[in-house]
């Protein structure tokens, strides 16, 4: 709500307060100023609620009335929208505050709502909203026109506390709203991810509100806030651009564990029109069914398979030639020539089987234009005195059963009406005889069959991917016949090229259920998570579903694990983007320790990386520990040291990590908190992270980026346990 009160050109610094009106607290002491900031926004909060409860129960009622058509329908989903929103924006609806230099003051919450007079000044300004963006991005060097900043934490319905920041260079601090920033990063993880709405800092608002028009690749180390800017990105999108609704957003991330632990922030941003899934997701109705070697899934993530993929479709296509088609018991006969004009036609642009659709309209037309010119030469060749007589006995009767109608047709003159023509069209479409000899002619494919019967064939395999070796292409025809991760992104492409067989018929009520089932769906933005994993076959999958290349895609290339062989931004996107992509940058490490990124230099040369660590802004005050242990100590050492860490984080989280082969036998003693190889970790976070045998996670394939990825997934404390030799 935008309201007057005097500028603040006080002392105060972040924790401190203020009266809004640049007075003197009126009860003595810092305690009583912040008593009396507390009680202001509380009673600000009060009225806020009591406008938010008020409008989600006039919703409410609108929507106990039901829809009569689908114009309501429209309607009711649009409210059902608004209310579920609504509904969502119970925990922290108000959150900031900013306190111009003009003297307004205007209150940044969860979403936006006016006073009951429509016309008035927002209540509360939407996070998304331009007038909202000062609240994450003035300073005190480039204060925007404001002279302080107020973060206000809530619990539920009531205030808990200020964090007031001067704008006017009295203070200055590394962060925007520093105190509740690290009170946040302080809290106990809960094993779900929850919104940063209100300690988002300049440089990942910059990054949420780019703009949408290109691919946009995000640069972050552990802990700089990838994930909460990708899906706050998506909230302030979706907000900004209302017709990106109309088309979804695709979330993808590393592993169905990320997506649960992610699952709760978008809805409570209020946006439902998402769709999550994995690259071995994506695809409905796939299933991967086994472990492949990093050679073949290194091989397989290679661009080359999308030109061998194409010539191979294009292999299968039918040669035009003369067609004899029978209509009637009669024989018709296409002409090459015309065969080869009418499948030129089809094929542009088309794939295989939406080619095969038009080529047989095409066809239609022709055998119907064949039929009607072969009867009408069989009519021409009668005598004409013959077909006189026909006529007038024809014209006789028709007189005597239709008194006053003129009738034409082939039956009156031998030629063909225009409805008679399309009648006949009409039934050579519906006729099964021709609809078996297309498919004899033109048969329908199964893109699983086909990718099964490519990738076993090494004949096929040499001539179609020539740039693959003798050993390359022995070690792909050796695979099992279940699928495989890199499989995935060969069947979406094989798919794509051979299209529908039917045209899809939307199916679900909200948008994101109609473009779950859909393989072809056209998103209006894309999000990539852990984005340095993707090999260029499923950067393919990502700019198949969003041609427009509006994709935000976030990742660490030093956290790379996946079989491929790029070290660098440049490398992974060039096959699918070129040179036409935006680089962004995350610079500073919020949720890790100081304690433990210290730790990570030497880790980060060995794997080869030339990127500077980000830089830690906080310390636990808590010294990261390792203790050497025997093979035959671990299970029960393993067992102590979580007991003792859960003892210690008692209502929060702990994680395990450690190589893979040790996986198994560490989940069986340890089945009260997740034991994770490296790679499944990614994206994840506890207060407290035990990592085991770290020498074995450097040892595996990229087994130093691993190693990165494993030290820094705690927020307070890191335990080691060295295996001796």
Request: a negative charge.
């Amino acid at each position: 709500m935008r309201r007057n009160s005097a500028p603040n050109n006080g002392t105060a610094g972040v924790g401190e307060v203020v009266t809004p009106n640049g007075d003197p607290p009126t009860t003595t002491g810092k305690g009583g100023a912040l008593r009396s900031a507390v009680a202001e926004e509380q009673a600000f909060l009060d009225l806020a609620t009591a406008r938010r409860d008020r409008l989600a129960e006039h919703l409410r009622t609108e929507l106990s009335s039901g829809a009569v058509d689908a114009l309501e329908r429209a309607r009711q989903r649009m409210l059902r929208q608004q209310y579920d929103e609504l509904r969502q924006a119970r925990e922290g609806l108000v959150f900031g505050r900013l306190d111009g230099l003009d003297g307004t003051v205007r209150h940044i919450g969860r979403l936006g709502l006016r006073d009951d007079a429509e016309d008035s000044e927002p209540l509360l300004l939407d996070w998304r909203a331009p007038a909202a963006r000062p609240f994450y991005t003035a300073t005190a060097i480039d204060p925007q026109g404001q002279a302080r900043r107020r973060h206000i934490r809530t619990e539920g319905s009531t205030v808990v506390g200020v964090d007031d920041e001067p704008l006017d260079g009295t203070t200055t601090a590394d962060l925007v709203g520093e105190g509740a920033l690290l009170a946040a990063l302080d809290q106990r993880r809960t094993g779900r991810m929850s919104t940063a709405i209100s300690t988002l800092q300049r440089e990942q608002d910059d990054i949420i509100r780019a703009e949408a028009s290109g691919p946009l690749i995000v640069q972050g180390g552990p802990g700089t806030g990838k994930t909460v800017v990708a899906l706050h990105r998506v909230a302030y999108l979706l907000f900004t651009h209302r017709t990106m609704a109309d088309q979804a957003v695709l979330v993808l991330g590393p592993s169905p564990r990320f997506l649960e632990y992610i699952a709760q922030v978008l809805p409570a941003l209020g946006e439902t029109a998402v769709v999550s899934a994995t690259c071995d997701t994506l695809l409905a109705g796939v299933t991967v069914g086994r472990e492949e070697s990093r050679l073949v899934a290194e091989i397989k993530g290679r661009a080359l398979w999308q030109p061998a993929l194409e010539n191979y479709v294009t292999s299968l296509l039918p040669r035009p030639r003369e067609l004899k088609v029978r209509w009637e018991g009669e024989f018709h006969v296409i002409a090459a020539a015309t065969v080869a004009q009418a499948f030129a036609s089809a094929v542009q642009g088309r794939p295989y089987h939406r080619a095969r659709t038009a080529f047989a309209e095409q066809l239609h037309h022709l055998l119907a234009d064949a039929v009607v010119e072969h009867r009408e030469a069989l009519l021409d060749e009668m005598e004409e005195g013959f077909e006189d007589i026909l006529a007038r006995v024809d014209r006789s009767i028709e007189h005597e059963h239709h008194p006053g109608r003129t009738s034409t047709g082939s039956e009156v003159d031998g030629l063909f009406s225009d409805d008679e023509i399309e009648h006949l069209r009409t039934r050579i479409a519906e006729d099964a005889t021709i609809a078996r000899f297309v498919e004899a002619w033109w048969p329908t494919l199964d893109a699983g069959t086909l990718l099964r019967d490519f990738l076993t064939d090494r004949a096929l395999l040499a001539r179609f991917a020539p740039h693959l070796s003798a050993e390359e292409i022995t070690a792909v025809a050796a695979e099992p016949a279940a699928w495989a991760s890199s499989d995935v992104p060969l069947l979406d492409a094989l798919a794509d090229l051979l299209g529908e067989v039917d045209a899809p018929q939307p199916q679900g009520e909200f948008v994101a259920d109609r473009a779950r089932r859909q393989r072809g769906w056209v998103y209006g933005h894309v999000v990539v998570d852990e984005a340095q994993e993707l090999s260029e076959m499923q950067w393919r999958m990502v700019l198949r579903r969003c041609p427009s290349r509006s994709i935000t895609a976030v990742g660490d290339i030093d956290q790379a694990e996946a079989a491929h062989r790029h070290t660098s931004w440049a490398q992974a996107v060039r096959a699918v983007f070129g040179d036409r992509w935006t680089a962004a940058e995350l610079t500073i490490c919020y949720r890790t320790p100081r304690e433990v990124m210290d730790l990570t230099g030497p880790v980060l040369r060995k794997a080869g990386s030339h990127n500077p660590p980000p830089r830690a802004v906080r310390s636990s005050g808590i010294t990261p520990w390792e203790l050497t242990i025997t093979p035959a100590e671990l299970p029960g050492t393993a067992a102590e040291a979580v007991r003792q860490l859960r003892r210690r984080w008692q209502g929060g989280t702990v994680g395990v990590i450690a190589p893979a082969h040790r996986v198994a036998e560490l989940g069986a003693v340890l089945s009260e908190v997740p034991v994770l190889a490296a790679s499944q970790s990614k994206g994840l976070e506890w207060d407290a992270t035990l990592l085991v045998d770290p020498q074995g996670i450097a040892a595996e394939p990229r087994g130093w980026n691993g190693l990165y990825v494993a030290l820094t997934r705690c927020t307070q404390e890191l335990g080691q346990l060295m295996i001796a030799p």
